[in-house]
């Protein structure tokens, strides 16, 4: 992608209404334009973002058997009078009015799609488990939107259901997506604290949040010091939970830290709420109608974006660990007049791009302007292409991150990224 070319209109200016980094960082690097108070369009830079850490999540969700669907996002409010949630959701549901005055709403989450898709098509247990995921807009209208995308109104969100035989089971369902969820989050480069949850108003059995260390946090974590090192077995049982379910009895004889947290995921083991108010049962080998035990199990897409960026940057902007960022590497040609430049890039740019994504910033800018936007967007490495080094047929290549800058060939450049 040539910059000259690319939709991402960077900024200097502090944005007043913005009160975290992320918020700041988002905004200033082009990712995201405000549309309405909660609501965001997402630019190129955001949308790259957005793909690669859902591309992360379906990658982890296939393996463990998930299937992707994507439900509409306007639902009939006839399905949550069914389930007996559509007064009990309240202010937080949009609800609309289609031209014949039937009653509609945006999805704020989607049990009751998924309950209507699977008691439609599953008949019997021995299609048991079924489990379905989606990448999908949501709408809750917040009392209070702010940060940004971390508390929007309208998120990405990836939500899943599953539907078990017997409780058994659908722990073993909901034990794989635990650990699918932590593979995921450390996949991106977070560090995820799995707390156990309230279940709030869906009501259940087991629950797990999924907090990022950031100390822009909403959530206040007490979590036993050996969590951030055990394997995944071990996690589920080690202590950890969020300040209002904090009890100083159960914590005693245990090393603890106190962490902020963003809650980037949510998961469920709720039974069989849905299965039993909208009659969504399957046929036992008896003939016999069973109700299925259900999860949902979520995960904030935009605000773990925002998450990321929290939890990486420094002064000059993002800086983004390589499995979020929107492009791999970015060229900089610091003088677009100087024929070495010029050729040195476009072999450069040329070479990579068979391979790897690549931002070549050819604009014709400052090269203060050009450095510090590569700084800003936090693309991981930065290939910089000026007059002095050209002249000696190197360019130099920078790490976002430790600022390490190494000097060295065109080819060496190239070999690097492409091997
Ligand atoms: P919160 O306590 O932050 O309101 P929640 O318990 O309402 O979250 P869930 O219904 O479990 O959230 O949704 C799953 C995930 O969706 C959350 O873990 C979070 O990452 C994300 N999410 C929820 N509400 C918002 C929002 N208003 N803006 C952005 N992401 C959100
Ligand atoms: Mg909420």
Not at 99 to 128: H, I
Not at 246 to 254: E, I, L, M, N, R
Request: glycine share 8%.
């Amino acid at each position: 992608m040539l910059f000259s070319n690319f939709f991402a209109p960077t900024s200097k200016e502090i944005p007043a209404e913005a009160k975290i980094v992320s918020h700041r960082l988002m905004l200033r690097s082009g990712m995201i334009s405000r549309t309405a108070s909660g609501i965001y369009s997402w630019l190129p830079l955001g949308v790259r973002v957005l793909d690669k850490i859902s591309k992360i999540i379906c990658e982890e969700q296939d393996k463990i058997g998930a299937n992707r669907v994507c439900f509409s996002t306007i639902q009939p409010a006839d399905l949550w009078i069914e389930s007996g949630r559509y007064d009990a959701y309240g202010k937080e549901m949009l609800r609309l009015k289609d031209r014949k005055d039937g009653d509609f709403l945006y999805s704020p989450t989607n049990e009751e799609q998924a309950t209507d898709v699977f008691r439609r098509y599953v008949k019997s247990y021995r299609e048991l488990p079924t489990f379905l995921y989606q990448i999908n807009w949501k709408f809750r209208d917040e009392i209070r939107p702010r940060f940004g995308v971390m508390r929007g109104r309208e998120f990405l969100m990836k939500d899943g259901y599953s539907f078990d035989a017997d409780f058994e089971s659908a722990k073993r369902t909901y034990e794989k997506v635990f650990k699918s969820y932590m593979t995921i989050f450390r996949r991106i480069g977070l560090t995820p604290v799995p707390v156990r949850a309230d279940s709030g108003a869906i009501g259940g059995n087991m629950s797990h949040e999924f907090q990022i260390l950031a100390d822009s946090g909403e959530s206040t974590l007490y979590y036993e010091k050996k969590l951030l090192s055990a394997s995944d077995d071990e996690l589920m049982n080690l202590f950890a939970v969020s300040e209002e379910k904090y009890d100083p009895a159960s914590a005693v004889g245990k090393e603890l830290s106190v962490s902020k947290g963003i809650e980037a995921g949510h998961i469920f083991c709720f039974g069989t709420k849905y299965s039993k108010s909208m009659n969504a049962f399957v046929l036992n080998e008896k003939g016999e109608k069973i109700f299925p035990e259900m999860g949902s199990y979520g995960i904030g897409i935009s605000r773990l974006a925002a998450a990321v960026i929290e939890a990486f940057h420094d002064d000059r902007g993002i800086i983004w660990p390589e499995a979020a960022a929107p492009f791999d590497v970015t060229v900089l040609n610091l003088n677009t007049k100087n024929e070495r430049c010029v050729n040195a890039t476009s072999e450069i740019y040329k070479a990579l791009s068979s391979g790897k994504e690549v931002l070549c910033d050819d604009r014709d800018i400052s090269v203060g302007e050009k450095l510090a936007d590569a700084d800003l967007i936090g693309i991981p490495h930065q290939i910089i292409i000026g007059p002095q080094k050209a002249a000696v047929g190197t360019v130099e290549l920078k790490n976002r991150r430790t600022g390490e800058i190494r000097e060295m060939s065109s080819d060496e450049v190239i070999g690097r990224f492409l091997n």
